[in-house]
Each structure stands twice: as structure tokens, then as C-alpha cells.
């Protein structure tokens, strides 16, 4: 009575209550085997994992099945044939369907079996079946024939996925609903639209959220979004910015917790920034800040300096500096300090100050850095010595590249403002190493002053020079 019952409740499709089919007590007869193997596949349609267990199952039944009365063998008789295919074995659904070439119901049997061996006559079965009448066989069949295209290289991702989205409309209520979002979900990621993949499956969990029985699977669904959402965080140039930063803030409920959230919380304010919304940045990275120590506090803090920078808050980009000093900073991240704290004083009207922050740093983007504030400030002799180190890299002989001629030419303008006559003699050594359209210039800045009236012919040269160098930057 209980076999019957649950195999009574299988027909009517209330899968619950056909749960007795399970019982350990209704094992030992083919017929409870075949009707497991039918709610295997009620429970997990077209799932090629439980078709591998129901395939040998309906195969070692199929005598029963064939003998059932028409009308039930009807029914049966395609679900049976297009489980073997899928899963096994091959060779018993070859014969099924030799058996019943006239059959159309086992066309799309036919069509899983040949995916393998003829992808053209297997995609040209589904074409057909999914334009027929039979709305979930129309669903199937433009599904795998979506692919089959797919696997075969006729069609990309993204258009593999719009195709499936445009599928969702087609069924609902079911396993075959999820299954089919849960794969257009991973298709969108592929296509590079982790946001729109993790919209889907959130719109997922909504048409799970009041169904009892649904716990499972709306764990799964949240750890494959909190998924999603990971690797778009360690990838965050694959998105655009404002990508980025839509993705976070829509799925903050499967956000990284504990350790992993400044990590997170990091590279969401440095894509605030990125976005230009450095405003909504500011108190994230604030408050990431405050709640760290060590080299993450130092880090935090100068991504907000930086932020605040964005904002014409200079002052407040030294204040984030001063609050998170700390000694376990790196050189690298010290040095990222100092240049911001530099770039705030200068903003601030005090280059001198901002170079004497680059003091401790002799790298030569840090030397240049500081001779240009200290020139800033009219403090030219500080200027020239922030240089005078870099000439220790220049080729010992022959012609110099254009990155050395614009060291020697700023050095030459800083040492004449300083009135170092000594250092310009040793600077005009340089002029023949030059390139012709750029010792001009040089030449004009390394020359002694024009003391004397006989100085006149020369001064009228340089003044031909000066115009001749100015125009030629001015083209550059």
C-alpha cells in the first residue's frame, strides 16, 4: 500500500509524498527499482550525475517498463530512454531506440545520444523539438542545443548566456527553474558580468526565501554568490570601477567577515576612489583606519590622505598621515606616505616643507620631487644639491638620451639661480655630449654672466638661443 501510494503521488507529481519509495523495506523487486529510478529523475532532471545512477537502473528494468499498459508506457518510456543516454549505458539506449525508431516521443533521447557522435544531426533534432508544441520539451532541447553551440565554438559565453536568460521565461516552479538559473548565473561570470550573475541568483534566493524545504539550496545559492563576489575582489581590474563597487554594496550580506573584511573593505574604498566617488570612500576608509594597527593602520591611512587629496583637503590628508604613523611601515609604503604628505604641503603653499618630507629618501623620482619644491620655493641652492647626487648615473661618455639631457638642463637652471659658478663650469663639460637641438639651451644656462659691455655680441646670441629653445619646447 505504501509502494503504490508513493508511486501514485510520483504520477501526480507530488515528489513528497512519494517519499516511501526510499523506505529500505520496499527494496528486492524490479518494480520498486524502476520507480526509484523515475523519482531519482523527478527530483533531479536532466542532472548527469544521478542520470549515471538511474541509467543502469531504468536499464535493468526497461523488460518491466515495456510490458506496463500503454498509456503508462507512454509516459515512462522517454524519461527511461533519455536517462540511459545521458547516463549510461550507451549501448542499451542505442537499442531502445533501434527498437522504437517510429517512436517520436524518443527524439530527444536520440538527440543526447548523438551529441557525441554527430553534433550537427544532434543540434538539428533540438532546433526542431525546441520549435514544437510541447513547451518543457521546447525548454530542453534550446537548452542543450544552446550547449552543444557552445562546446562547439559556434557561439561565445555572452551570447551562450543571453540565450539561457532569455530560457527563464519559459518554465517556472521547479527544480528545472534553479538548475537553469544556476547555470545562466555561471555563464554571465564567464562573459565578465559577475554583477549581473550575482543579480540572478539573489533574484534566486527571493523565489526560494518562503519555501520550508528550500534551506539547502539557498545555502548554496549565498556561497556561490559570496564566490562570485571573491574573485571579483581579488580581480578587481576585470570590472570596471564602478562595477566593482555596485557588485559590493548589492551583496554586502555575503561579504567577507572577520580578518578577510579590510582586505575586502580595502579594495572597495581604492575602487571608490578609482569611480570618483572618493566621498563615499572617506568614512570606509576611516573607519578602517581606526580599527587597524601595524602596517594595515599606516596603509589605510594613506589611502585615506590620498582620498582626502581628491577632495582639496590638504589638511585633512595630513591629519590621516599623522594619525596612522606607524614604525612597522615598509619602505615602500613610507615612501608612498611621504610623497602624499608632500603633495598636501605643496597644496598647502609650503613646497620647502613638502620637500624636507622627501629628505630621507634618495631614489631619484624623490630627488627630482624635492629639487622642484625646493625650486618652488626659491630655495635654489637646496634645489641644486637634491640633484647634484643623480649625476653619479649619467654615462661616464658619449652622447646622452633625453631622460640625462633634461636632468643636466633642470640641474644648469637650478645651479644659475643659485649663482654656483663653480658648478656650472663643471656642467658646461656636458654641452658637446648633448643633443645639437638642446645644447643650446644649455649652453645659455652654463655660460658665465655678461659683465662687460664686449658681452653685448654675446648677449644678442643668447637671446637668438633662448627664443629658438623656447619655441622648440613649445612644439614638443
Request: aromatic share 4%; net charge negative.
Amino acid at each position: 500500500f505504501q509502494a503504490l501510494s508513493a508511486i501514485a503521488a510520483l504520477l501526480a507529481d507530488r515528489l513528497d509524498d512519494s517519499a516511501a519509495l526510499d523506505d529500505p523495506a520496499q527494496a528486492g523487486t524490479d518494480e520498486i527499482t524502476l520507480w526509484r529510478a523515475l523519482r531519482l529523475m523527478a527530483l533531479h532532471p536532466d542532472d548527469p550525475a544521478y542520470a549515471a545512477v538511474a541509467g543502469p537502473m531504468f536499464a535493468a528494468t526497461l523488460p518491466l517498463l515495456q510490458s506496463y499498459p500503454p498509456p503508462l508506457r507512454a509516459r515512462l518510456l522517454p524519461i527511461a530512454a533519455e536517462t540511459i543516454a545521458l547516463g549510461g549505458p550507451r549501448a542499451q539506449a542505442t537499442a531502445l531506440l533501434a527498437q522504437n525508431k517510429d517512436d517520436a516521443s524518443l527524439r530527444f533521447a536520440g538527440a543526447i545520444l548523438a551529441e557525441a557522435a554527430d553534433p550537427p544531426a544532434a543540434l538539428a533534432i533540438d532546433d526542431a523539438l525546441a520549435a514544437g508544441r510541447d513547451r518543457l520539451l521546447r525548454l530542453r532541447a534550446a537548452r542543450r542545443a544552446i550547449e552543444l553551440r557552445l562546446s562547439g565554438g559556434s557561439i561565445d559565453v555572452a551570447t551562450a548566456a543571453r540565450r539561457m536568460q532569455a530560457l527563464l521565461y519559459a518554465w517556472r516552479g521547479d527544480e528545472r527553474e534553479i538548475d537553469l538559473r544556476r547555470r545562466t548565473a555561471e555563464l554571465l561570470e564567464q562573459a565578465g558580468t559577475p554583477r549581473a550573475a550575482m543579480a540572478l541568483l539573489r533574484e534566486t534566493e527571493g523565489l526560494l526565501a518562503d519555501q520550508p524545504d528550500a534551506a539547502g539550496e539557498l545555502a548554496a545559492l549565498k556561497a556561490r554568490r559570496a564566490s562570485m563576489l571573491t574573485r571579483v575582489v581579488n580581480a578587481p581590474d576585470s570590472v570596471s570601477p564602478l562595477e566593482f563597487v555596485a557588485a559590493a554594496e548589492e551583496n554586502q550580506d555575503v561579504a567577507p567577515h572577520g580578518a578577510a573584511a579590510d582586505g575586502f573593505a580595502g579594495k572597495l574604498a581604492e575602487q571608490l576612489v578609482h569611480a570618483e566617488m572618493p566621498a563615499r570612500a572617506l568614512p570606509l576608509l576611516e573607519r578602517l583606519m581606526r580599527g587597524s594597527d601595524g602596517a594595515a593602520k599606516a596603509e589605510f591611512g594613506a589611502e585615506l590622505a590620498a582620498a582626502r587629496l581628491t577632495q582639496n583637503d590638504a589638511d585633512g590628508a595630513l591629519a590621516a598621515l599623522a594619525d596612522s604613523d606607524e614604525p612597522d611601515a615598509g619602505d615602500a609604503l613610507r615612501l608612498r606616505r611621504a610623497r602624499i604628505g608632500a603633495q598636501a604641503h605643496a597644496a598647502l603653499g609650503q613646497p620647502a616643507q613638502a620637500a624636507r618630507g622627501l629628505a630621507t629618501f634618495d631614489d631619484p623620482a624623490s630627488l627630482r620631487e624635492r629639487a622642484r619644491l625646493f625650486a618652488a620655493a626659491g630655495q635654489w641652492s637646496d634645489a641644486e644639491a637634491a640633484l647634484v647626487p643623480l649625476l653619479a648615473g649619467l654615462p661616464a661618455e658619449g652622447p646622452l638620451d633625453d631622460a640625462s639631457t633634461e636632468l643636466l638642463i633642470e640641474l644648469a637652471a637650478d645651479t644659475a639661480s643659485a649663482h654656483d659658478a663653480e658648478r656650472l663650469r663643471l656642467l658646461a663639460s656636458f654641452t658637446a655630449r648633448l643633443p645639437p637641438d638642446r645644447a643650446g639651451l644649455f649652453r645659455l644656462l652654463t655660460d658665465p654672466p655678461l659683465v662687460s659691455v664686449g658681452d653685448l655680441d654675446r648677449s644678442g646670441k643668447d637671446i637668438r638661443t633662448a627664443k629658438q629653445a623656447l619655441a622648440t619646447m613649445g612644439k614638443k
